[in-house]
């Protein structure tokens, strides 16, 4: 870890929110205590053997800031298929047995169908005297694959300890407990209402920030930096569409304007021979109004027809 009088600015000063401390509690292999890092706002290096849990903090804290649609679980460690998800974690599953009769497998896990666990995130600006907590906590229930979830956001600094234990074995007791404090914000039960306060308390304009998170969060490579950039940092370009928009709008004009000329050339004063027609590059022979109204009128009614058409589009 870097030492904080290596910062350019003094550590009070840094503008920005940082990670201060970061919380979980039986989630996968950490069971049944509060495991905490500290990194106070400075950058940190994780470290640790393979299957020391690495990727499971790495998860975490990916649960707590990406919507739980867009996770690959253990991606940190090169996996691409959905080996782990919210529910192996919550039951702390480690590893599988083998029946030898049947030939199936069955997880073994830590906790029961009736746990539940908790991740917070503690993240302070040091400039602004700010601190905003975030926290999840997710449950089983039996016979379900799949835990409910509410998600907290707080304008101040809470801790698994104090906040979310002791409540017993109703989860709604907890969440009870948590309005009645009004410490945090009111519980949210999804992750779209959680994360439009998530950027608010943090100041994260765009949510594309939360979706870069997670591409870079567990990078390894990048193959094309510029492909990387284009997707994933720069906002969406609907060049292509707007250019094929301005060349139809420029069509129709186009259209439009001929019909206009058109109709002006047919009305030329009495007793002209013709008319030129741009369009076949010769005169056309227009009747007087004295002999007859038919030849001169039926080409001013197509045309305005013609404007009209467009017009209308």
Not at 10 to 24: K, Q, Y
Not at 65 to 91: D, H, M
Not at 280 to 285: A, D, E, F, L, V
């Amino acid at each position: 870890m870097r030492n904080g009088s290596d910062n350019p600015l003094p550590h009070l000063e840094r503008p920005g929110f940082r990670l201060s401390r970061f919380e979980v509690l039986n989630w996968g292999t950490f069971h049944a205590r509060i495991w905490t890092i500290d990194p106070a706002g400075e950058n940190a290096l994780l470290t640790g053997d393979i299957g020391s849990g690495k990727s499971t903090l790495v998860d975490a804290m990916t649960t707590l800031l990406v919507p739980p649609r867009k996770i690959t679980y253990n991606r940190a460690a090169g996996a691409e298929a959905r080996e782990r998800s919210p529910y192996s974690y919550v039951r702390g599953e480690y590893r599988s047995v083998s029946n030898e009769i049947t030939g199936s497998s069955q997880a073994q896990s830590l906790r029961d169908e009736n746990s539940y666990s908790v991740i917070l995130g503690v993240f302070v600006d040091n400039a602004a005297r700010r601190e905003v907590t975030l926290a999840i906590v997710l449950w089983t229930k039996p016979g379900e694959r799949s835990p409910d979830r509410f998600y907290i956001v707080a304008p101040t600094a809470l801790c698994i300890a104090d906040d979310f234990t002791g409540f017993g074995a109703d989860i709604q007791a907890l969440k009870k407990r948590l309005r009645s404090e009004k410490r945090a914000k009111p519980p949210y039960d999804s992750f779209d209402e959680y994360a439009i306060q998530l950027r608010r308390e943090l100041g994260i304009p765009h949510a594309q920030a939360l979706e870069l998170f997670y591409q870079t969060v567990s990078m390894k490579s990048v193959g094309n930096l510029t492909e990387f950039v284009r997707h994933h940092m720069l906002e969406p370009d609907d060049t292509d569409d707007r250019i094929r928009a301005l060349i139809g709008n420029f069509e129709n004009l186009n259209r439009a304007h001929d019909a206009v000329v058109r109709a002006r050339q047919v009305r030329r004063p009495e007793g002209e021979a013709g008319l030129h027609d741009p369009g076949r590059g010769s005169c056309i022979p227009v009747r007087s109004r004295r002999h007859s109204g038919a030849p001169a009128t039926l080409p001013i009614r197509r045309d305005r027809r013609s404007i009209r058409s467009w017009l209308g589009r």
